[in-house]
């Protein structure tokens, strides 16, 4: 059996992943703070790390691996929309608005991840349910030294910790000249991050031994991962722009925390995304979020696609070009598989060049074109190992299946196929005679700017829905 290699942002080099313990394999994943939707870029780790658990699920058994991910619900970001909120007339106390957005914000996030086929994680924490145990670990840190107490805060000592640096691989000095730090009169070291904070009388805040606050967003991690997988675990992942200092500080004051734990033994990050080669940001308009796509008709699975079409360690660049391919990849995989049931994956094994393309530090690309290759021979394969993947669920082919059979069955746009296949097919007889074909081709090229693929024979004309169906246009052609 091949064994998995992984690329370890820590040592900076491929490695063998070998469990703490085979039957009890375990991953954290830093997950979102809930102030707004999710955009684009938020759903590159998600996707990664939902193959990376599917693999190590397939390899060690569904029970023996444990997946958490975070929800960081306590934020300025999130205190500031309640405010806007409380201010603009809405009902309730801060701290109900401040719950009700969070609410709604983790029910989008789900249904988002839900639809670009996303598996759910073993645990989902939420920091606000873990402020004792923050609490008791900041407790631990300044009784070891490790940390201080100053006008309200708790910071951690960054010197303190002798490897602080190895994760980002640079030294103190050298991120006190280069990086923009906080600089407080109650601090020791301009390095020094917050560990507790005050709050105002109208922030949430809970009681601790430093007064009424808040804890810092690099303690929650910490205190989350180590009360659900333990001092030591597996993998910690996440997006390369939270190595430092999010997984830089996560690192340090755990292993100050708990000296005899090891915390992650693998750290990996996924790279940063663009749009048509841009940054994305507002400022530029090329800003989406998952759910702007989806409401325009994207299908969860071509976004799933096209973001896992890019090894996970290089930019990814979203395009429409890729779109259109894979809509259309997508399109022909289905009407491959209709018919065909998959196999129950308890009972599917998938092809070892397939899988040691996983294994070798998830080459989701190469698998992908092994894929691809095997259309053609054996739609099942294609099928099952599609799934594999998250692509071609449950969901997905039941939306294709409907939309073909409304159209087979005379309900839904049938008709309006219909009509437009016997126009189509009374002007192409015409021309024939005349040898005029401009009508032909004017009503031809109008019917596949709206999405619909165009085949005629000597039998007659078929229209055929595609995926990027676009049901304005087809109402105009009318």
Known sequence: MTTIRLHNSKTRKKEDFLPIDAKNVRMYVCGPTVYDRAHLGNARPVLVFDVLYRLLRHEYGADHVTYVRNFTDVDDKINAEALRRQKAGAPGTLEDLIHERTEETIA???????????????????????????????????????????????????????QY??????????????????????????????????????????????GKGRPGWHIECSAMSYELLGESFDIHGGGLDLQFPHHENELAQSSCAHPHGGFANIWMHNEMLQVEGKKMSKSLGNFFTVRDLLDKGVPGEVIRFVMLSTHYRKPIDWTDKKREDVEKTLARWHELTFDLDATDPNEFEPRKDFLDALKNDLNIHLALTILNSSISSNPQSLLDHARFLGLMNDTARAARKADTLSIASGSGPSAQFASLANRLDRLRKDALITMNFCEVDALKKSLQEAGIEVRMSKLGVELIAGPNLDRSKLEALL
């Open 165 to 210: 640096g190895a994760l980002s691989g640079r030294s103190v000095d050298d991120m006190i000249a280069g990086a923009r730090v906080e600089v407080a009169p109650f601090k020791e070291d301009p390095m020094d991050f917050v560990l507790w904070k005050p709050s105002s009388g109208e922030e949430p805040g809970w009681d601790s031994p430093w």
């Open 108 to 162: 989008w996030y789900h249904a988002d991840m839900d639809a670009i086929g996303a598996l759910r994680p073993n645990h989902e924490p939420r920091a606000t349910a873990y402020i004792g145990q923050m609490i008791a670990m900041i407790e631990g840190l300044i009784a070891k030294d490790h940390a201080y107490a100053a006008e309200g805060h708790a910071l951690f000592r960054v010197r303190s910790y002798a």
